[in-house]
């Protein structure tokens, strides 16, 4: 496996990772029957650490492209607004959303829809426009170290995975999830569900392998392991790894057209955030992520056979 970059000049500083035989370009286009789908912790990690690549897949790179939002992002307060007009998960959920009407064109007609569909059991927040999906799983975020925030009991992803906790509950009351299998089982099934006939899949995730990504968020890198976890056996699966926090130490690395995708994406996500009436940090991570794309590839092993099972169904 090598540590790749989106701009071919600017791959010196991957010796500290990984001493590459030979620079290459960044992936290789994928086939348009492929279906890619973006792990994120937050509703704006996929913007900062994994863009443009999802800017590229929703312009029609891929069949479809799926977004999975693993925690609520709440930073402690569950369903409080914390002294706003709207929770906060909500308004980081709605910029989520904004970005990815902006990359798929809403200068057509209206096609979003959206609403709880049953996965594995569980009901989960789902909303589709053109040819992107978004799923909102809403858990608790665990704080940076994964130990979680008092206002959510301490319920955290890596808890959870540790066994230090029984159960997961979704901050809005919707849905619990009963150990790291339950939850696994119900990302598969997504993966599965989604995944539809499609030969072909990407995952996106953050690096798990903290000498490459070094100081990572806690729910960063326990999303990464729900997806790896869950998606085992499925051989047509390309696995594309992000350097996420660490990026910030390393050099910008995009070209100018590419750094503009980057960068207009997470502006309309902040945007989306403050239209619900929270605040962001736009310059603190401009200086940041903003410019930096790094990854490494895990191709895919073997073939899939048809369509995934039908797991998900509409709620009534």
């Known amino acids: 496996m090598r540590f790749l970059h989106r701009a071919a000049r600017a791959g010196l500083a991957l010796c500290a990772f990984a001493a590459p035989s030979a620079l290459v370009p960044a992936r290789a286009q994928p086939a348009s029957d492929t279906v890619a789908f973006y792990f994120a912790a937050h509703e704006d990690d996929w913007q900062l650490f994994m863009n443009p690549s999802a800017f590229q897949d929703v312009l029609g790179r891929s069949r479809k492209t799926v977004f999975v939002h693993m925690t609520a992002g709440d930073a402690g307060l569950g369903t409080g607004t914390g002294g706003r007009k709207h929770p906060l998960y909500l308004a980081r959920e709605n910029g989520a959303e904004a970005a990815i009407r902006f990359m798929a064109d809403s200068a057509g007609a209206a096609l979003r829809e959206s609403g709880h569909v049953e996965i594995n059991g569980h009901s989960l927040y789902r909303v589709s426009y053109r040819n992107a999906v978004s799923y909102f799983m809403r858990v608790p975020d665990g704080n940076g170290d994964g130990a979680g925030f008092p206002g959510t009991d301490f319920q955290s992803l890596k808890r959870l995975a540790g066994g230090e906790i029984r159960t997961l509950t979704a901050v809005d009351g919707s849905t619990v999830y009963r150990g790291w299998q339950d939850l696994v089982a119900t990302v598969r099934a997504i993966l599965e569900h989604e995944r539809g006939g499609a030969p072909a899949v990407q995952l996106h995730v953050a690096e798990t392998d903290t000498r490459l990504n070094p100081d990572d968020h806690s729910d960063h890198l326990m999303t990464a392991q729900a997806a790896l976890d869950a998606s085992q056996g499925i051989g047509c699966a390309e696995r594309i790894h992000y350097v996420d926090y660490a990026s910030?130490?390393?050099?910008?690395?995009?070209?100018?057209?590419?750094?503009?995708?980057?960068?207009?994406?997470?502006?309309?996500?902040?945007?989306?955030?403050?239209?619900?009436?929270?605040?962001?940090?736009?310059?603190?991570?401009?200086?940041?992520?903003?410019?930096?794309?790094?990854?490494?590839?895990e191709k895919a092993q073997g073939r899939c056979g048809g369509g995934g099972k039908e797991w998900a169904k509409a709620k009534p």
């Open 248 to 297: 910030a130490r390393l050099p910008e690395n995009l070209s100018l057209e590419l750094r503009d995708m980057e960068s207009v994406v997470f502006a309309v996500t902040l945007s989306g955030v403050q239209a619900l009436d929270h605040s962001t940090a736009w310059q603190r991570y401009k200086h940041s992520f903003v410019g930096r794309n790094y990854f490494r590839v």
